[in-house]
């Protein structure tokens, strides 16, 4: 079983920055493709950044492009989301997921929600005008 606990949510102002971390527990870190989503106010669950097993293959929403970075620690079991140039609109409970059966590869990671099997209780992000 897998457990992931997602921490560094807050209120911020707009044009500031914030970082999340998801640490993960119960498998093997290192196997898994891992992704951050969002649920704004309101509104379903939406994909944000997604990283393969490798670490260098990223993918992101079009919305944060450019301004957000997902990156991985395999050796503390870790995925990290830095979040620049913040907007109100960014405003929403942020998840991780863990991609456990395995539907990523080395290379590849999905961007599905469907795709993700275990998931963090959320953190919430509000950003502020």
């Known amino acids: 079983q897998v457990q992931l606990v997602e921490s560094g949510g807050g209120l911020v102002q707009a044009g500031g920055s914030l970082s999340l971390s998801c640490a993960a527990s119960?498998?093997?870190?290192?196997?898994?493709?891992m992704g951050w989503f969002r649920q704004p106010p309101g509104k379903e669950r939406e994909f944000v950044a997604a990283?393969?097993?490798?670490?260098?293959?990223?993918y992101y929403a079009d919305s944060v492009k450019g301004r957000f970075a997902i990156s991985r620690d395999n050796a503390k079991d870790t995925v990290y989301l830095h979040m620049n140039s913040l907007k109100p609109e960014d405003t929403a409970v942020y998840y991780c997921a863990a991609d456990e059966k395995g539907r990523g590869s080395y290379y590849y990671a999905p961007v599905g929600p469907h795709e993700y099997d275990y998931w963090g209780q959320g953190t919430q992000v509000t950003v502020s005008s």
């Open positions: 119960g498998g093997t870190f290192s196997r898994y493709s």
């Open positions: 990283v393969a097993r490798s670490a260098d293959t990223t």
